[in-house]
């Protein structure tokens, strides 16, 4: 079973928090206030009040299982800078951290955030079903609000050419490879994978069951992206 640590219970975190339970998931959810924590405390698998920008706090928790962390702190840009570098420095895998302006995602980038999320964009349910479904394998800052990442692909795209998945023309986004895994048989018979990667394939390249693609966009065009694949399993 996946166990997910969410900070921050306002109507962002407790929507994160309750899809994920709805899910079957084990969730830790943490606010510095009585009320939210009271509030959630019977749907979740723990609800604990504490001040997450406290290192010492956290590491009590034992949160060294968690298969991510989902800072859902408000606008209080520093707390969310804050628990973001102590998530970090504690080794948690995947750290998704709420923004309020493209500046303050800036920060959390370079302070340790794998992902940042503006709710504008996208909703507490959604990032929720986002990490279950493990639709985002990798993910890289370049420049900006700019990322290179490697997504699961969904039935939507599969025998589909890149040109007809319209990529660029949908969602402002440009796809940079396909990793792909080819058979290969053994001296002995059995049968093996090779994962190789198709760079910069053309417009007339198919993409398959099983493709992972590596695009490239800004980060509300990527999760838009991501929200359709989601949407379509």
């Given at each position: 079973m996946k166990q997910f640590l969410v900070i921050g219970l306002g109507q962002f975190g407790q929507s994160v928090s309750l899809k994920l339970t709805e899910e079957s998931s084990q969730v830790i959810a943490?606010?510095?206030?009585?009320?939210?924590?009271?509030?959630?405390?019977?749907?979740?698998?723990?609800?604990?009040?504490?001040?997450?920008?406290?290192?010492?706090?956290l590491r009590?928790?034992?949160i060294e299982n968690v298969n991510a962390a989902i800072v859902a702190i408000g606008d209080n840009h520093e707390d969310s800078v804050l628990v973001t570098i102590n998530l970090r420095e504690?080794?948690?895998?995947?750290?998704?951290?709420?923004?309020?302006?493209?500046?303050?995602?800036?920060?959390?980038?370079?302070?340790?955030?794998?992902?940042?999320?503006?709710?504008e964009m996208l909703t507490g349910e959604q990032v929720a079903m986002d990490l279950l479904t493990e639709k985002v394998l990798e993910q890289k800052i370049l420049f900006s609000n700019h990322i290179l990442a490697k997504l699961k692909t969904s039935s939507v795209f599969w025998n589909k050419t890149i040109r007809e998945s319209q990529f660029r023309s949908s969602f402002n986004i440009i796809l940079v490879g396909i990793e792909r895994d080819f058979p290969?048989?053994?001296?002995?018979?059995?049968?093996f994978y090779r994962?190789?990667?198709?760079?910069?394939?053309?417009?007339?390249?198919?993409?398959?069951?099983?493709?992972?693609?590596?695009?490239?966009?800004?980060?509300?065009?990527?999760d838009r992206l991501v929200v359709y694949i989601s949407e379509e399993i």
């Open positions: 943490i606010d510095a206030k009585e009320e939210p924590v009271e509030a959630i405390k019977d749907y979740v698998t723990l609800a604990v009040q504490m001040d997450a920008t406290n290192q010492s706090s009590a928790l034992n504690l080794r948690v895998p995947n750290i998704i951290v709420r923004a309020s302006t493209p500046v303050h995602g800036s920060i959390l980038r370079k302070v340790g955030a794998d992902r940042v999320v503006i709710p290969e048989i053994k001296d002995d018979g059995t049968v994962t190789s990667t198709i760079g910069l394939p053309g417009e007339d390249e198919m993409i398959k069951e099983d493709d992972r693609i590596i695009v490239i966009g800004q980060d509300a065009d990527i």
